[in-house]
């Protein structure tokens, strides 16, 4: 698989409901950040954890990096209809100075 | 709150043409990457920009491509030649004092190239 592959692809679930998403990597990173996209808009930056960090909380958010695994997870907690939005994961990869590698994203649509 | 804002929101070109894209950075950043997204792929990275020069570009970046920081506020991308395969939308970014850390993006250009 590619550098940066999300799952699942999308996920569907209702208002108040937890949401979770995968992020799997190939390389040594810097650090791994989630970003938000709303349909036709930009990216907005939700959080970043760094390589030596295991878990952040940011509000709703919860972030977990297993660096062994090469893999994070990003946790919606009661989730809200303006949720709705593709997430992804993007990872500052050692070597690199300021390149981000995106994975393939996760569509939530979050139900009333 | 601070945002980068890109001009235009749609561009039309036909193959062969140049084409530049505008965006405003936020004022007190120092870095500014452009990025595209062609219709349902990844988002990609192009180049990235630090103190009036480039300092990482991609494989996609080939000499076909051009940044400039023409003054204090703006920052372009030119495509001298456009082909087919350049429609997509492209995304300008710029962070504060750390590169590849919380990026904030504009709205995009879809750039459609027939």
């Known amino acids: 698989s590619q550098q940066g592959e999300e799952d699942p692809q999308a996920l569907s679930i209702q208002e108040g409901e937890n949401a979770t998403m995968n992020c799997s990597y190939k390389?040594?990173?810097?650090?791994l950040q989630w970003y938000r996209q709303n349909s036709g808009r930009g990216l907005v930056h939700l959080i970043l954890?760094?390589?030596?960090?295991r878990e952040k909380h940011s509000g709703r958010l919860r972030v977990t990096l297993d660096t062994s695994k090469k893999s994070s997870s990003l946790l919606i907690t009661a989730s809200r209809a303006a949720d709705t939005a593709s997430y992804f994961c993007?990872?500052?990869?050692?070597?690199?100075?300021?390149?981000?590698?995106f994975g393939t994203g996760t569509r939530l649509q979050v139900t009333l | 709150e601070p945002e980068v804002t890109q001009t235009p929101s749609h561009q039309v070109t036909q193959m062969g043409q140049e084409v530049i894209l505008r965006c405003v950075p936020i004022?007190?950043?120092?870095?500014f990457y452009w990025y595209r997204q062609i219709l349902g792929q990844k988002v990609e990275f192009l180049v990235s920009?630090?103190?009036?020069?480039?300092?990482?570009k991609s494989e996609i970046f080939d000499d076909q491509f051009s940044v400039e920081r023409p003054d204090g506020s703006n920052f372009t991308l030119k495509i001298r030649s456009t082909k087919l395969e350049d429609s997509a939308m492209y995304f300008c970014?710029?962070?504060?004092?750390?590169?590849?850390?919380?990026?904030?993006f504009g709205s995009g250009t879809q750039l459609s190239v027939l």
């Open positions: 970014a710029s962070s504060g004092n750390l590169s590849n850390e919380k990026l904030f």
């Open positions: 390389t040594s990173i810097n650090n």
């Open positions: 954890i760094r390589s030596n960090e």
């Open positions: 993007a990872t500052a990869n050692t070597g690199t100075a300021s390149k981000l590698t």
């Open positions: 004022s007190n950043h120092l870095y």
């Open positions: 920009f630090y103190n009036n020069e480039i300092s990482e």
